[in-house]
T-cell receptor, first 115, second 112 residues
Framework: EAGVAQSPRYKIIEKRQSVAFWCNPI?????LYWYQQILGQGPKLLIQ????????DSQLPKDRFSAERLKGVDSTLKIQPAKLEDSAVYLC?????????????FGPGTRLTVL | GENVEQHPSTLSVQEGDSAVIKCTYS??????FPWYKQELGKRPQLIID?????GEKKDQRIAVTLNKTAKHFSLHITETQPEDSAVYFC???????????FGTGTKLQVIP
């Protein structure tokens, strides 16, 4: 079984530029999560999808961040414009929604550096 | 929303000793509590989890305990080895869609 795929693995941009991250979850996983992990901190949930619908985006800075999951499979997370404080690792995770307690599987992450 | 606190932030133990990491949560509706290990530059990996209807779970050298009344849960690692050195995160999950809130992490160093 293939794992969660993310690209790019690394990205360096200047502040006020735009950037997009891509995630391909494990096949059949209906739930997809985007997390922001700042160095030295735990992952912070940005947005959670169930199929192609958003079930939680309460911590997503909607003035600059957006995400979509067309067709309920792949997902993209966009930042426009980026700020210095957006420097972090962006982790995508997916979960099989067949039960209440199933494990999340994380992708390798995208390390974003904003200069 | 849920708030998960984790202590200590750093922990150094001698190889062979035990390590204990403690977490508290705020939302009584939380019903699933996973623990993740994250090595430097790598993704979080689930090492053990516990459901709210269970008080304790063990897997070889790793055990987790849950006290629902007090809203706290703990990770116990026995006979620590250098390869146990990593950052450990607790998390709490609730709701039909299982929203997950992570703790702040504990950096464990096992000294050979």
């Amino acid at each position: 079984e293939a794992g969660v795929a993310q690209s790019p693995r690394y990205k360096i941009i200047e502040k006020r530029q735009s950037v997009a991250f891509w995630c391909n979850p494990i096949s059949g996983h209906a739930t997809l999560y985007w997390y922001q992990q700042i160095l030295g901190q735990g992952p912070k949930l940005l947005i959670q999808f169930q199929n192609n619908g958003v079930v939680d985006d309460s911590q997503l800075p909607k003035d600059r961040f957006s995400a979509e999951r067309l067709k309920g499979v792949d997902s993209t997370l966009k930042i426009q414009p980026a700020k210095l404080e957006d420097s972090a690792v962006y982790l995508c995770a997916s979960r099989n929604s067949g039960g209440n307690y199933n494990e999340q599987f994380f992708g390798p992450g995208t390390r974003l550096t904003v200069l | 929303g849920e708030n998960v606190e984790q202590h200590p932030s750093t922990l150094s133990v001698q190889e062979g000793d035990s390590a204990v990491i403690k977490c508290t949560y705020s939302d009584s509706a939380s019903n699933y509590f996973p623990w993740y290990k994250q090595e430097l530059g790598k993704r979080p990996q689930l090492i053990i989890d516990i459901r709210s209807n269970v008080g304790e779970k063990k897997d070889q050298r790793i055990a987790v305990t849950l006290n629902k009344t007090a809203k706290h849960f703990s990770l116990h690692i026995t006979e620590t080895q250098p390869e146990d050195s990593a950052v450990y995160f607790c998390a709490a999950s609730s709701g039909g869609y299982q929203k997950v809130t992570f703790g702040t992490g504990t950096k464990l160093q096992v000294i050979p």
